[in-house]
């Protein structure tokens, strides 16, 4: 009776895999490099430079512990709070917009409330911390 043997994979086989699998690992480090996650830009002003607001261009906006916005004492959704914002910046070009954060508001509200000045163009914007004087 005649055993079966596996026939073992020479060397040059072999050789061609790792080949491959070594310029998968080369491909996947050089895509890596292109997916970086860019995050916003903001424009700060220099540091000893000041501003004049004139009271009627200033927009406050709080933000509570559970991430809703209120203008004025009035609760707001996101999509009303663009729309003033929008309103107000078409009427007032010099608008500056303050936002008042609880500090137990989520991050992700904020960022989303950062955008949205970013996206109506609201060329001054500032947020503080409730508490901090």
């Known amino acids: 009776m005649k055993l079966q043997r596996r026939k073992r994979a020479g ?3 072999s050789s061609a895999a790792s080949d491959m ?9 050089v895509i890596a490099g292109f997916n970086i ?8 002003p220099a540091r000893d430079s000041m501003r004049m607001i004139l009271k009627d261009d200033l927009m406050r906006f709080d933000m ?7 203008y ?3 609760s707001l959704a996101p999509a009303e709070a663009e729309r003033l914002i ?6 007032r070009p010099n608008l500056a917009v303050v936002l008042s954060i609880n500090p137990g508001a989520p991050w992700q509200q904020v960022v989303s ?3 949205l000045a970013q996206k109506l163009e609201i ?3 500032s947020f503080n911390m409730k508490g901090d004087s």
């Not at 996650?37 to 700060?44: A, D, I, T």
């Not at 509570?64 to 209120?70: H, Y």
């Not at 929008?86 to 009427?91: F, K």
Request: glycine share 10%; no cysteine; hydrophobic share 50%.
């Open 86 to 91: 929008q309103r107000a910046a078409t009427s």
């Open 11 to 13: 060397f040059l086989e």
């Open 21 to 29: 699998a070594f310029l998968l690992i080369i491909y996947f480090i």
């Open 37 to 44: 996650n860019k995050g916003f830009l903001m424009n700060l």
């Open 64 to 70: 509570d512990g559970r991430g809703d916005i209120s």
């Open 123 to 125: 060329n001054s914007f």
């Open 72 to 74: 004025e004492g009035n």
């Open 113 to 115: 409330f950062v955008e």
